[in-house]
């Protein structure tokens, strides 16, 4: 536990979102605000990449202005990675360089923003009071569009991009609708989530509107036989079908749909294309005319469009980072624990990042209907809060107004040093 005025480190990590620039502004303005105890917030570029190359960003040289417009900024002010620390034992040279800028430039808090892999990577730098005999303390900021994270109801970054989805599909459903007679009568949506299925079950909301849609989730091992058959019922009812697939849908086998044979920094399967596989599917089977989207950047870059609830809790999550911090708490994650659905009400709670690192929060069954395709009352009411409000940023000639921060380098102490 830090017992004196002392600097932090503020990094962020893996995909980025619409709000994640959001709790960097929690983070920044709750410890300007706290300037008894924190000194200087130092950002690391590209994550934890800036920490060990000693690639720090000096956020006291940003206006109060420019730091309050990352509440409205998409994407990654400081820049991310993708860069996971193995253990102590299987790499200590990397930590023991940690351990030396961060006494170089007297930091003693380590905030650091992301998904499953970030949480990991806050942990074992928790672990480095006692390991390594240096006092710091770690506090994780939950980020991720895949909803994934355990114990917190949900995390920030996941309600744009359900409202994204939600609003895409309906809005395209609607197209695909107007042209079925003649045309098009297939419209299929790819979406991100490799093991769970959050932002796809967001498609499922449309069929509140009045749209015949089936959503292909990673926690249902998809049948094809199942699957063309029930397109076919529901374009013969309807005159036309919209399909909403998780990239991390998978055969029983578990090769996925979407996987192309190669691996990402983290080691993960590199996936991308389940929806010209779903589309092709169908029209081999039907000879239905179709029409196929892959979100990608566009569902998480979406701030024009975010949930004010989103913003909202990545603002507060950041903010609570801080708190638990300057309160003494080490190895600890702020979460979001629900009160009620309707109307809708919550906490910021805390969880233990042992308990955090490393575990995925799948969709519960009771949220998926029996026959794989469709989300049920249960996970409407889960998804409608997360997307409830508009916090649109500031146009000026027809376009959002982002901020770009100047990002002045802190002078470095120390001999370079090379990633391997």
Known sequence: MATKKRNAFYAQSGGVTAVINASACGVIETARANKAKIGKVYAGRNGIIGALTEDLIDTSKESASAIAALRSTPSGAFGSCRFKLKSLEANKREYERLIEVFKAHDIGY?????????ADTCYKVSQLSEAMGYPIQAIHVPKTVDNDLPITDCCPGFGSVAKYVAVSA????FDVRSMAKTSTKVFVMEVMGRHAGWIAAAGGLIEDHGIPV????????FDEKKFLARAKTLVEKHGYVTVVVSEGCHYA????????????????AQLGGAA???ANMIKQAHGYKFHWAVADYLQRAARHIASKTDVKQAYELGQAAVK?????????????????DKPYKYKIGMAQLSKVANVEKFMPRDFITPDGFGITPKCKRYLLPLIQGEDYPRFKDGV???????????AKKLPAFELK
């Open 110 to 118: 380590f905030f650091y923003n992301g998904g499953g892999d970030s």
């Open 400 to 410: 959002p107004v982002y901020v770009t921060l100047k990002n002045v380098p802190v």
């Open 170 to 173: 309906l809005e395209a459903s």
């Open 253 to 268: 086998d578990g090769k996925f749909l979407a996987e192309q044979g190669t691996r990402d920094a983290f080691g993960h």
């Open 276 to 278: 010209p596989v779903v």
């Open 214 to 221: 089936i959503v292909l989730f990673p926690e249902v091992v």
């Open 324 to 340: 638990l911090a300057l309160k003494g708490h080490n190895a600890v994650m702020p979460t979001v624990d629900r009160i009620s």
